[in-house]
């Protein structure tokens, strides 16, 4: 059979391939091209709104206050800010036993318990039964939620329920400490 030179049947077109490198230039994917190769995106980064914009993202995102348009659509009355204030205070008054009885004891009746079970957890701590059984029944509704796990659960709750199982008064409340420990771990 006689030899054909043409490119349909060697694939030899007489044409260099484009490399990789090549095509990804072309189509602005290369990995040596970058953004910050790019003059007009650099013009846009340096503006004054990007700039408070980027301020505006970063708050939102890092817990920060919200930016007051935002804020105004969220939280008109401020509630939410209020309270994020409140369990600050508490948190943070954990050194001191009375003080810290006594703002939890004034948190958990001004507003719903957080989701938080590290804050649940500190609240088994809590001298009075009503606190506690209100902190006992959130961990539940966490643990049903799938949101609360054993390995996201905090290190102090499996004694902490041990000890609500021991020494509480109401055999209500040591029933359920007893069946969320057993669910837990």
């Known amino acids: 059979m006689p030899r054909r030179d043409d490119d349909e049947s060697t694939g030899f077109s007489g044409k260099r391939k484009k490399t990789f490198r090549e095509l990804d230039a072309q189509r602005g994917k290369s990995k040596y091209h970058s953004r910050q190769d790019d003059p007009q995106q650099q013009r846009i980064e340096k503006s004054a709104s990007y700039e408070k914009y980027k301020k505006a993202a970063d708050a939102l995102f ?6 007051e348009g935002l804020a105004a659509t969220f939280d008109p009355e401020g509630k939410k800010e209020q309270r994020k204030k409140e369990l600050t205070r508490v948190i ?3 050194e001191d036993r009375k003080k810290w009885i006594e703002l939890a004891a004034d948190f958990v009746a001004k ?3 957080p989701d938080d079970a590290f804050f649940l957890d500190s609240l088994l701590d809590h001298p009075k ?3 506690v059984d209100k902190a006992l029944g959130r961990l539940e509704l966490l ?4 949101r609360l796990v054993k390995g996201k659960a905090p290190r102090s709750l499996e004694q902490r329920l041990k000890t609500q199982e021991m020494t509480s008064m ?3 409340v040591q ?3 007893k069946a969320l420990r057993a669910k837990l771990f």
């Not at 890092?62 to 930016?67: Q, R």
């Not at 643990?143 to 799938?146: L, V």
Request: hydrophobic residues 35%; glycine residues 12%; charged residues 35%.
């Open 62 to 67: 890092t817990g920060g206050a919200l930016p």
């Open 92 to 94: 943070e008054a954990a």
């Open 111 to 113: 507003h719903e318990l």
């Open 129 to 131: 039964d009503r606190i």
């Open 143 to 146: 643990a049903e939620d799938g």
């Open 170 to 172: 109401d055999s209500d």
């Open 175 to 177: 029933a359920r400490a």
